[in-house]
Every structure is written in structure tokens, then in C-alpha cells.
């Protein structure tokens, strides 16, 4: 009895603190006006970490770097040109794919469909040409256009249908892989590829493979999109609560199933360019690519704009998971030693993310 | 009255004192519940009623006072929420706290715990025979396997009351019930109202709290008013010479004889020329039945109307959040179709600031910033992308104009006190300089300076030549920021007060009580 006394002792003051109104902290700093200027703004210590918080995932990145190049056992082969041109190139569809998923993750939404879309594509622009004959722009076109109907059909299923994305993109993935085993037969797509392609796969420009500049491409345009357009900071916004989003004039089922649709396309391109490097399409059903794309992107939310999935993240985030992975396959560690970093890298990245209190993943 | 040793008194209260900080909520007030009665416990807002029950369920703990429930006497200072229950008070709330998509018999084992086996698996056939006795008990017409959900309102309301009283049913037990019919359409309280009509004459002590005047008329036997934490009268009725009518219980919940003439429906005079910048006629949707009004440019016209009035309504659909299912809408000249969406009255030069500001306007996790540039985006945009310094600039220069207290337009929009993210929040939209400004609950939540800041703001716009419509149900707030109030009741205008009526009591009177309104309510 005294307990419960005291307990709802406590709750009646903070009833009538929050019914006399909240007074003003004196805590609050005084009032910024356009005359105390940005230069005398008091937010030093706020500022340092921020600063670090910010750049924790490069410097992590750039110590990854120095550590593999003085390890004895890779230090040789690890910081070579060659190297870094493999891993750039091998990890260009990842960095692409991770750009597609940061898309509708911005405002909230999953979309495991992604990986399973690229692959669809990479296998139907290979089917179009070696079947039907088709010239290379016009099977990307077509391939552009599928992934992006594809996006539209997870958005309006997502949106005006209000089904769960997590579940809905998932379905929508299973059924891609199953449609993949249907159009291939289960056979890998050999012949008939435009060589302009699988060339353009395969060069290097200044050193660096030709794919590579194709994804700074897009991340340029995205990262455009998403941080200097209105449409990207009404994702944003949209992210951040999606009721007041609506109520100040977003209108946020069109604008998030377009970022369905531009996430489509963009893995469309990433289907593209894995034809490209590869020279050939399996029945794969594209889950290897997702998942390392995922763990980079939800990387890239503790990075640069932390709390927040963003492009130059991403590609941090990226850069990260690989040049790990090549040191150690360079340093010649075993086989199980990837997956298990890759995994624990992920959990790190979702724990900090998390922790920031700010974690835009809705599960929803 | 307050000799508590009578067996027919299930309740005595005396003297029941209780504050929060420097207000005093309760100041000596009591209340004496007959057995087998149902008492109406009536009062104005913050007059003490929900205090008083809370104080009664042992949710707070009084400062003093003396009680005696069931001939058990105590001390206010000392009760608890298990004393409460020991004693026999069932409490049932606004909030019923049913699950809608469990069945009956499930939403009762909830509460009272599934009977159970050996290996605590559960007795399914034994507790749909408890709950299918319990139903025919308070003669709800309802199988124990339907889900809450399939319900009718009423019949939820009355599965809450038996489930509160499944476990003493006793004739001891005293129910009380916290504005049971607030949000009941008026056919579903008239069968509540009945139902617990027909619990009380066979024998149960009922009390209820309610703002509907005519409803606690025709089913309560005594009345109990409260003003300013004082039961200010108690009338005992039963006998057809000692009932009450409306007019009295209005006079004393307003502490002063009741002019008849005031309250009637007026039509306002002032600076109403020209075109009117809203005209809204005999619109229809939501819990709009029919609703009327006009709003000349430069006007502030108030909304007032109980919970379920249609209040919020009215300006969710001007907005353009909700299609209205009919009747004549022109917005700033311009006739409505009623497809727009909040982006195209936002053009038309509508702004609205929701009564829910953590759920409908703040942007937590982004920075001030970006929470006041939200509503005005694509005015920085150039083909250089965002203009984040002018946009820094301007959202300074908004932090100064509005009064906003914030260490920089860069910290999270959470960091703010309630009261500067509201400033931030009508900020937001009179950088749009709208035409016609739509506010839901403008101070609620907000401290004694902000206030007055949301309300100089407000007031300023309107000299400017904005139209501002307030809905709220703070009266001190509509007769001070306001030039005249219409009050809804059940989604049409039912009366308007404007100049020397316009006051906190005519406002009670108004949404309380419907004699007062001449006529018909349109």
C-alpha cells in the first residue's frame, strides 16, 4: 500500500507540472538572432562530437587501410593500384545497390526487392539480346522500365494499400527469383551478350574500371536529389514523422513511391552493370548482392549525417565492408572470416545507429 | 448530510482538499452518494470533477479530507488505488480499455485472469459460461466468443461496466463512470443512459460524470456541482418537486444567477465588410452535420463545442485533410470542389496548426531549421540545389520574429521547450503570410509566456488582414483572443456569442447546456 502510495505520488506532480504549462529551461541558451551571427553561435563541445560522430566511420575506414598495408602478411599486395581497382570494380553493383535501397529507407520504407530486381534485370536484358535478338540501348531501356514498374508495384502496394514494406518487398523478391528460374530455365545466359557491353565491363579508365565512374555518377545525381531538391527533403521530412509530413502539403504517397520507382531503376542499372562485368546472367536470385548493400547503407546512417540514411555514408559504408574483406582475403585469412565481419560490422553499425537514438529504419 | 453512519449512503466524502504545486484542484469539496441512485457529478473545465474521481480511485493521493465507502471510513490522505478497489469503487473511463479484436469472453479474462487447470492451460468451456452469465446479467445482447470490435458503442461501454463489476455484483459496489457518453452519437448514450438506468433501480450505486446536460437530466436522481474544487451544490432529487432544471445546474456551475436572455444566437456586427473570406454552408462529413459560419477577413472567430462537437472536424476539412460529403465550401473567394488535399488549400492560402504537436507538426529528429523551411521548401530551390544559407538566414530571422527561445537553428527541432516548438510551429506557417489561418488548440500544453507570445502573433496576423479561426476548448483562451465563438454541438453551429457574452461563463453555459439556445440550431 505505501508503495503504490509514493508511486502515484510521483505521478501527480508530473501531472501538475505538465498542466501548469512547461516553464522555460533556464538551461536554453539566449535567443540566436540574425546579429549573434553564425561565428558566435556557443557550440563547441556540441561541436567536437558531432565532429566525431560524424567521421567515426572514415577514420575507422582510413585505420583499416594503414593496419592492411603495414600487416606483414598483406602489407605487399594490399596497397597496389591493381588491388584497388579489383576491389572497386567487384564492389561497384554493391555500392549501386546500397545507393537503390538508402532511397525508400530515407522516408522509411524497406525494399528487399531490390536485389532480387537487379538481378531480374541483369537476366532480361541478357535474355533480350541473346533470344531476341534485340540491340543493347534498346534492352536497357526495357530493363530500365521493368525495374522501375517493378519499384511502382512495391510503392502502391506500400502507399495507397498501406501494406507492411517489409513483408510486401520480400514477397515481391521470392516472386523475382522464381520468375528468374522460369526465364532462364535454370541456364546461365552465355551467348548473344553485346561485347560493347561486356567491354565496357572490363576497361579501365585512368586506372580505375569504367563501372566505377557510372556509380559516382548516379551517387552524384542522388546525393543531389536527396539533399538539394525539395522532393529529397520531403523524404527526409517524411522519414522523420510522416502525419506532419502530409499536413504540411507533402504529398507523401506519391512522393514515396517514386522513390520506389527511382530505387527500380537504380537497380535496373546495377542489373546492367553486373552483365557488364560478369559477361554472363545466372539464375541467381540477386540476395548476395542485397544484403552487403543493406549492411552498407544502414553503415553509412552512422556516418556524415548520423542518424540519417545519405549517399556519401553509403559509399563510405561501402569502401568500409570491401577494403576489410580484401585485406583479409590479401593477409590470406580463412574462408569464414568475411561473413562473420561482414555480419558483426552490420550488427555494429545497426547497435550505433540505434544508440544515436535515431535510427530512421520504421520497421514498418 | 454528512452523517455517514446511514446505511442507505454508499459514499461520503467530506472535506476532500488536494493541490498541485499552488493550485489548489480541491478545496473542502464533498459529495454524498445514496445507494441504489445514480449521482451526477457535474462542473465546468478544471472545476475538480476528474480530480476528484482520481483522488477516489487512489490514482492521486488527497491532502485531506474524510471518507466512508461501505461504512469503511478514512482518511483521504491515506487511500489508495487497493482500498478503492477493497471498498467496492469499479471505475470505468472515457478510454473504456477494451480490446477491440479479442472476444468478449477474452476481454473479461483479461481482467479478472483466465480460469485455469492443472499446467495452467485454460478452461475455455468454464469461462464462456461466466462471461455468457455475466452478458445475460447486464443484458447485453452479445455472444462471449464475438470480438469487442462487432460491438455496438453502447453495448461496448456496458461489456466495460460488467467486466468492472463481474467480481462484485454485490449491491456494495459502487460504479463510477467518467463522461460514459462523450463520444456516443446520440441514439447509442440514449440506450447507454437506459441500460445503466435499469443497473441503478435494481439496486446499483452509479455515478457519472458528463458535460451533456439534458442526458445527466434524465437519468441522474442526485446532483453534486463542483466550481473552483468546491461542491458549490448538492441537490437531491428522485421526488418530481426537488428535481433541478437545466438552467439551475448551469447557474451554479457558472457561480452566478443565470441571465436567460444571454447566450442566445446573435449575429455578430463588427468589421464584416466586403467578400467573406470563408463560407461554410450546411456542410457535411465526419461528425459535420450540417455546419454554417462565415469569416470576414481580419476577423479572429472562435470554435467551441464539447469533445465530439465536430470542432477539430471543421478544420481538418477545411484544410483539406478530410473530402467533405457535402455542402458549399468557398475559401477565399474561390468555390471548393472538395477534392483538394492539403497542398492545394496551401496554395489557395490555408494554413492549419494541428492540436497534436508532437504527432502532427514537430519534425523531432530534424533541426529547427528544417521544421520551419517544411512548409515554404521549394522557394529555396534553384538549379545551385537548396539555398541552405538563405534558408539559415530566414529561419534566424523567424527564431527573433517569433520569440523562439533556441540555442541555434541547427539543434533538433526535441530540444526546444513545448512551448517554443508551438511558436516554431505557427511560425512556420505565417512565413507563408496565409489568408486564412486555421489553429487547433494553439496553447495547449504551452507555459504562461508563450501564450501570450502565440497570441500577439496571432492577433498581429489578423490586423494584417488574415482570417483566424481558433477551436479550443479553453474558454479563458476564446474569450480573450477571440472577436466572436460559434459553438458546435453535434456537428452543426448551435449559438454565437460575440461582445459583452463573449466570456469564460457564457462560453460554459453555451456548450453545456441547450435551453439556453433559442430556436432552432442553425
Known sequence: MSTSVTSSRGAGTADAAAGSGTPESPGTAPTTGGRAGRAGRPRRGHDLRGLAEKNALLVLLLGVVVFFSVLPASSERFATSENLAVILGTQATVALLALAVVLPLVSGYFDFSLGANAAA????????????????????????????????????????????????????????????????????????????????????????????????????????????????????????????????????????????????????????????????????????LLFPALAAA??????????????VGTLIGVLFVSITVSGLTVASAAAWVSPVFNGAALLAAVGLSTYLGRARGRAS | ??????????????????????????????????????????????????????????????????????????DVAGWSAADAAEAGLRFVHQDLGLFEQLSIAENVALAAGYPTRVGRSVRWKELRAHVAELLERFEIDARPEQPVGSLRPAQRTMVAIARALQDRDDGEAVLVLDEPTATLPAHESEALLAAIRRRADLGQTVMMVSHRMQEVLAVADDFTVFLDGRSVAHLVGGTDAGAPTEAELVAHMTGRAFDGEAGRERVAVPQQAGEAALVVDDLHGGPLRGVSLSAWPGEIVGVA???????????????????????????????????????????QGVAYVSEDRVGESAFANLSLRENLSASVLRSFWGWRGMATTAERRSAEELVVSHAVKAGSVDHDFATLSGGNQQKAVVGRWLRRTPRLLLLDEPTQGVDVMSRVDIYATVRAAAADGCTVLVASSDFFELSTLCDRVVVLRDGVVDSELTGDELTPDHLTAATQSSVLTAGDAR
Open chain 1, 298 to 311: 544502414f553503415l553509412g546512417a552512422t556516418a556524415v549525417r548520423p542518424g540519417f540514411f545519405n549517399v
Open chain 2, 305 to 347: 463545442g464539447l469533445v465530439g462537437s465536430g470542432r477539430s472536424a471543421l478544420l481538418t476539412t477545411i484544410f483539406g485533410v478530410h473530402r467533405p460529403s457535402g455542402g458549399v465550401l468557398r475559401v477565399l473567394g474561390r468555390e471548393q470542389t472538395g477534392r483538394e488535399d492539403v497542398k492545394a488549400r496551401m496554395r
Open chain 2, 1 to 74: 448530510m454528512s452523517t455517514s453512519t446511514s446505511a442507505d449512503l454508499a459514499v461520503v466524502v467530506t472535506g476532500m482538499t488536494k493541490s498541485f504545486g499552488p493550485t489548489r484542484a480541491l478545496d473542502g469539496a464533498g459529495l454524498t452518494l445514496r445507494r441504489g441512485t445514480v449521482h451526477a457529478l457535474l462542473g465546468g473545465n478544471g472545476s475538480g470533477k476528474s480530480t476528484a474521481i482520481k483522488v477516489l480511485a487512489g490514482v492521486h493521493p488527497g491532502d485531506a479530507g474524510h471518507l466512508v465507502v461501505n461504512g469503511r471510513e478514512a
Open chain 1, 121 to 288: 534485370s541483369g537476366v532480361l536484358a541478357a535474355g533480350l539480346m541473346s533470344k531476341e535478338d534485340m540491340s543493347l540501348a534498346v534492352a536497357c531501356v526495357v530493363c530500365l522500365v521493368f525495374g522501375s514498374l517493378v519499384g511502382l508495384f512495391n510503392g502502391v502496394l506500400v502507399t495507397r494499400f498501406g501494406l507492411n514494406s517489409f513483408v510486401t518487398t520480400l514477397g515481391v523478391a521470392t516472386l523475382l527469383g522464381g520468375l528468374i528460374q522460369w526465364y532462364t530455365g535454370g541456364q546461365t545466359i552465355l551467348v548473344g551478350i553485346s561485347p560493347a557491353l561486356v567491354d565496357f565491363g572490363s576497361i579501365n579508365v585512368y586506372g580505375v574500371p569504367a563501372v566505377v565512374y557510372v556509380v559516382l555518377l548516379v551517387a552524384l545525381v542522388l546525393w543531389y536529389v536527396l539533399t538539394h531538391t525539395p522532393y529529397g527533403r520531403s523524404l527526409y521530412a517524411i522519414g522523420a514523422n510522416p502525419r506532419a509530413a502530409k499536413l504540411v502539403g507533402i504529398r507523401t504517397e506519391r512522393y514515396v513511391t517514386a522513390s520506389f520507382v527511382l530505387a527500380g531503376a537504380v537497380a535496373a542499372l546495377v542489373g546492367i552493370l553486373q552483365l557488364a562485368r560478369t559477361g554472363s546472367a545466372t539464375a541467381d536470385s540477386g540476395n548476395s
